[in-house]
């Protein structure tokens, strides 16, 4: 079985300052792991995905992640927020099926 | 690539009708997923495919609701009868198989109301 854990279900940080959105994973398997944004009435988007390949993975929009084994956590971060980062963000593991966690909706401050 | 394609993008039915939510995945995709969101509950999987064929119905919530994939074009899940329950929006997504470490494209989903 396999599932993930938003620690948040919601940040508030201000225009500038650093984003950390927490995700710890369970699977019995080594697993994907991927970050999905979703801006309200929107569709969903991927930022970035973890595949084994290098721990600190890259995404759009200036995101990162970086998949920590012993802690069994794929946290996201920006080092410096801006107002259309405001969104729902979805950490997902993946092994055939998807699974999503709960969410966090960030909010930016001016 | 158009890109994962649903129909309708909003319904509005009356408790007990059946409805039917459609989607065309992306062409050369071999997986599909369905999708449901809601406020209490979040995003939850509700079905996917591997090649047309249903590898994990357990999330489908009960009887009233089914899926098809009748070839590699096309998807249906239907709902009948509907309740009010079932309000949503329903994501159906689509990747290719082959490799787990292929994230998925979602559709822009269908927002379903049921009166």
């Known amino acids: 079985a396999q599932s993930v854990t938003q620690l948040d279900s919601h940040v508030s940080v201000s225009e500038g300052t650093p984003v950390l959105l927490r995700c710890n994973y369970s699977?019995?398997?080594?697993?994907?792991l991927f970050w999905y944004v979703q801006h309200p009435n929107k569709g969903l988007q991927l930022l970035l995905k973890?595949?084994?390949?290098?721990?600190l993975v890259k995404g759009i929009n200036g995101f990162e992640a970086e998949f920590k084994k012993s802690e069994t956590s794929f946290h996201l971060t920006k080092p410096s927020a801006h107002m259309s980062d405001a969104a729902e963000y979805f950490c997902?593991?993946?092994?055939?099926?998807?699974?999503f966690g709960a969410g966090t909706r960030l909010t930016v401050k001016p | 690539d158009a890109g994962v394609i649903q129909s309708p993008r909003h319904e509005v039915t009356e408790m007990g009708q059946e409805v039917t939510l459609r989607c065309k995945p992306i062409?050369?995709?071999?997986?599909l997923f369905w999708y449901r969101q809601t406020m209490m509950r979040g995003l939850e999987l509700l079905i996917y495919?591997?090649?047309?064929?249903?590898?994990?119905d357990s999330g489908m919530p009960e009887d009233r609701f089914s899926a098809k994939m009748p070839n590699a074009s096309f998807s249906t899940l239907k709902i009948q009868p509907s309740e009010p329950r079932d309000s949503a929006v329903y994501f159906c997504?689509?990747?290719?198989?082959?490799?787990?470490?292929?994230?998925?494209?979602f559709g822009q989903g269908t927002r379903l109301t049921v009166v």
């Open positions: 997504a689509s990747g290719p198989q082959g490799s787990l470490d292929t994230e998925a494209f």
């Open positions: 699977s019995s398997y080594s697993p994907s």
């Open positions: 973890y595949t084994s390949a290098a721990t």
């Open positions: 997902v593991v993946r092994n055939n099926d998807m699974r």
């Open positions: 062409s050369g995709h071999n997986s």
């Open positions: 495919f591997n090649n047309n064929v249903p590898i994990d």
